[in-house]
């Protein structure tokens, strides 16, 4: 009996050895497993709890506060919204501004709008998965070397480490998204305030 027990004990330890010193990488078997539509679903999942909405979905005032517009959810900064007038001199105090939606900012970096991220050709529509890894963890605009770097508030530094799964995952949320036509304005420089 002792020598079953002892095979047995042998065999466990012998098996998780083999586990333990597996050198497959854990992300390629995940990102291998996974189905286009669950891969969506998880973009679904980290895009509403990470904030997008927050800055890239243009709001409106309803009973309960600032609701996201459904059908221009993700859009980023109306273009065919004017440009209010931010204050220079709250700027000049160390104060940084939003906009009322949150689609707008300015601060001593200037004024900044908030990027169309729908799959619309203005958005990242005929963005590589690759150009947007790059925007989204490196903070390069447009997802290109020799680009300027996002601006305020985009809190791409945070993101930097994010698992290469989860970045797919929202790129491919966002590549599912309803087309929305909206070229957002360009960066204003702070003496342009």
């Not at 497993?33 to 890239?56: E, P």
């Not at 900012?105 to 203005?122: E, Q």
Request: hydrophobic share 40%.
């Amino acid at each position: 009996m002792k020598i079953i027990i002892i095979i047995a004990l042998m065999f466990c330890s012998l098996s998780i050895a083999i586990v333990a010193c597996d050198t497959k990488n854990e992300t390629t078997l995940v990102a291998g497993n996974i189905s286009h539509d669950s891969l969506v679903k998880r973009g679904a999942y980290l895009v509403s709890i990470t904030g997008c909405d927050d800055c890239h979905s243009p709001k409106r005032m309803g009973p309960m506060g600032p609701e996201v517009i459904p059908e221009l959810r993700l859009s980023g900064y109306p273009s065919t919204r004017p440009i209010l007038k931010a204050d220079s001199n709250v700027v000049k105090q160390g104060w940084a501004m939003l906009g009322l939606d949150l689609t707008s900012a300015a601060g001593p970096w200037g004024m900044s709008f908030a990027a169309n991220l729908t799959s619309d050709a203005t958005g990242i529509g005929n963005w590589t998965e690759a150009q947007f890894r790059k925007a989204f963890t490196e903070g390069k605009w447009k997802g290109m070397d020799g680009n300027r770097m996002l601006m305020p508030p985009m809190p791409w530094q945070g993101f930097r480490k994010m698992d290469p799964v989860d970045v797919s995952a929202i790129f491919a949320f966002l590549k599912s998204t309803n087309p929305v036509e909206n070229v957002e304005p360009p960066v204003r420089l702070f003496s342009q305030l």
